[in-house]
RNA sequence: CGGGCUGUGGCGCAGCUUGGUCAGCGCACCUGCUUUGGGAGCAGGGGGUCGCCGGUUCAAAUCCGGCCAGCCCGACCA
């Protein structure tokens, strides 16, 4: 490809509106455009990126021995309604309605879709089948953001389990995580596979694969010690027990004012944090609930959630708290509560002698006795774990990190055979659910997880597996025909010899072709210039390190080919 | 959905407070000449209903109201 004809539109400036780094480089160096907030346009460049990206993942796929196959974007309704998602779905759901009056949406995810091709399956002799699709989803996300991380319509290639009994389902995960470890080592991704929530989906294991990275969205914790790693979700980690003085007496007092877990510690002696009880309302489900943590804790909403089984929670607004405790947030308390439900933490159990809310505005209990004093209905694990806290298996301090969530696998089980009735024979002749996984990447945001990872103050640094081009050939001075001719010869011979090369062609400054083939982040340049050549030499630069070596103009070919055979082979 | 910010040629911005020779700057683009190892120089040139609608006014990019869009934080989110 010559560089004249290429289109690759490179900002100087990125617009101003990106903020992450992925965003802005993939905007400036010409690969993304955005169409609407959360719809982009790929370019030429950035194409050649997803679709090396979308191989890799073939290829890994493959490996496992998934077939893929190609389902419809567009669903109707009744799809979703048999499987109860129509309604659970709500508004993260794409609806129209066709000409005839039928409503239809588009496609989310695919489990109704595989279930109902999986009826097609008749003999256990036929399963176990992995079946995956690289299509574009979509859903009506509240917040698009960050470039290619969170849009509303994209790529994702999703791989389907359908097996007999759970040993079978087993076996698929396993070879889903291997591969999905394979699949980022080879995009150059740092992935690490936690423990994860497996939300709305239910199911009994969930693992998601996270790429630190400060523009992700997903907070994880990780034991450098053990190697403990977990969604903050689901992580647990050691809570150093907490003295209590003995002897404590109920009583209320006033604390005219005070509406802060750190006000009431200022205020009042023995009242530290974590000997408060810190008292949130929800409504889960519509019932108005009492949440219970230790004062210095903070509650997961996702723990909440997925330990009490509800489907949906949200913080009660203060009318709601007046309306239920006759206080408003600030001085709520659990003490003497017996007509809510009152949910506790597990670092509260045994704790006597704190200080908590009276339900009455500027009033406070001391003394409390959770066991004595508080009708705790169930005792769950609710606290988000913190920064430096001790690892549950090894004692070692866990590290927090954000990430990017860039693959998500789970045991889906029944539920979605169960909602289509697809049933196999088994060998005794009896009628078996199929139980079903399902495997997720988005392939955009796989991209950008790169593009984060990869890139320094010049621009893009693309490992080979997945770099828009190989190579490209940079002329020095378009009027010196032996650096022109030499060029060319070169581009031909990487060609020949199977490199993805560009030729930089374009009549520009030199500064203008190092800067662009540095910011588009082409692993590596081949420079041809008349001081080198002068001596028989062409200059051989990679992008990565910006490692230049001069090479004799006969090595140049064999010198990059096997530089990027070495990278490809790490990949 | 709550909070904050922003909409002026392709990109980055100034102008708005104090309405009127303000539609302007840098980059990019076009033509010509020169130039060619890190985003060239000179000369000439093209391109903008100032997000949209309405209002105030002799006069609106500028003031007022409404709407729309985008970005950021939070909530939400297989």
Not at 119 to 146: A, G, L, N, T
Not at 497 to 513: L, Q, W, Y
Request: aromatic share 6%; glycine share 8%.
């Amino acid at each position: 490809m010559r560089w004249s004809n290429l289109f690759v539109p490179t900002l100087r400036e990125a617009p101003a509106e990106a903020e992450v780094a992925s965003h802005r480089l993939l905007l400036r160096a010409g690969f993304i455009r955005q169409l609407h907030s959360g719809h982009y346009s790929l370019l030429p460049l950035g194409l050649r990126v997803h679709d090396k990206v979308a191989d890799v993942v073939r290829q890994e796929m493959d490996t496992i021995g998934a077939q893929e196959l190609l389902l419809p974007a567009m669903h109707p309704a009744w799809v979703w309604e048999q499987s109860g998602r129509w309604q659970s779905m709500g508004d993260e759901m794409f609806r129209l309605t066709d000409r005839k009056g039928a409503e239809v949406a588009l496609g989310m995810t695919h489990e109704e879709v595989i279930a109902l091709c999986a009826r097609e399956i008749h003999s256990y002799r036929e399963v176990p089948q992995i079946w995956y699709q690289i299509q574009w989803k979509f859903r009506d996300e509240p917040r698009p953001k960050s470039g290619l991380l969170r849009v509303r319509e994209f790529a994702m290639k999703d791989s389907y389990s359908l097996d007999i009994d759970d040993a079978g389902l087993d076996r698929a995960f396993d070879l889903h995580h291997a591969a999905y470890t394979r699949i980022f080592e080879r995009l150059g991704l740092p992935a690490i596979a936690v423990e994860a929530s497996s939300g709305a989906m239910g199911g009994s294991a969930s693992v998601e694969f996270m790429v630190p990275s400060a523009a992700g969205e997903d907070d994880i914790v990780r034991c450098g010690n053990c190697g403990y790693a977990a969604n903050v979700e689901r992580a647990i980690a050691v809570v150093p027990p907490v003295d209590d003085p003995p002897g404590g007496v109920l009583e209320r007092f006033a604390t005219p004012g005070i509406r802060t877990i750190a006000a009431l510690a200022a205020a009042e002696a023995n009242a530290s944090p974590e000997r408060q009880i810190k008292t949130m309302v929800y409504v889960l489900d519509g019932q108005i609930t009492l949440v219970l943590l230790r004062g210095d804790h903070e509650l997961s909403e996702q723990k909440l959630l997925d330990n009490t089984g509800a489907a949906a929670a949200r913080p009660a607004v203060a009318e709601e708290c007046v309306a239920a405790l006759g206080a408003a947030p600030g001085s709520l308390g659990a003490v003497g509560v017996t007509d809510l439900p009152v949910l506790a933490d597990d670092a509260l159990a045994g704790r006597s002698n704190l200080t908590t809310g009276a339900n009455t505005d500027d009033f406070h209990f001391r003394g409390v006795d959770i066991q004595r004093d508080i009708s705790v209905g169930e005792w769950l694990d609710l606290r988000q774990v913190r920064h430096g806290e001790p690892c549950t298996g090894c004692e070692g301090p866990l590290e927090l990190l954000r990430c990017i969530e860039t693959g998500h696998i789970f045991k889906l089980g029944r539920r979605y055979a169960e909602a289509f009735e697809t049933t196999v024979m088994d060998a005794e002749g009896v009628s078996r659910t199929l139980t079903m996984g399902s495997y997720g990447i988005g392939i955009g945001r796989a991209v950008a997880a790169v593009a984060e990872t990869h890139h320094d103050e010049r621009g893009l640094c693309w490992p080979t597996s997945v770099a828009p081009y190989e190579a490209v050939v940079v002329p020095i001075s378009g009027r010196d025909e032996a650096v022109t001719e030499v060029s060319e010869r070169i581009y031909g011979e990487l060609r020949d010899a199977g490199v993805e090369v560009i030729i930089d062609d374009r009549d520009a400054r030199p500064g203008v072709k190092f800067s662009d083939s540095e910011l588009v982040g082409i692993p590596y340049r081949v420079t041809v210039g008349p001081r080198a050549l002068a001596a028989g030499n062409v200059e051989l630069t990679e992008r990565a390190s910006g490692n230049t070596t001069l090479v004799p103009v006969e090595d140049a070919v064999a010198s990059l080919t096997a530089a990027r055979d070495t990278a490809l082979a790490v990949l």
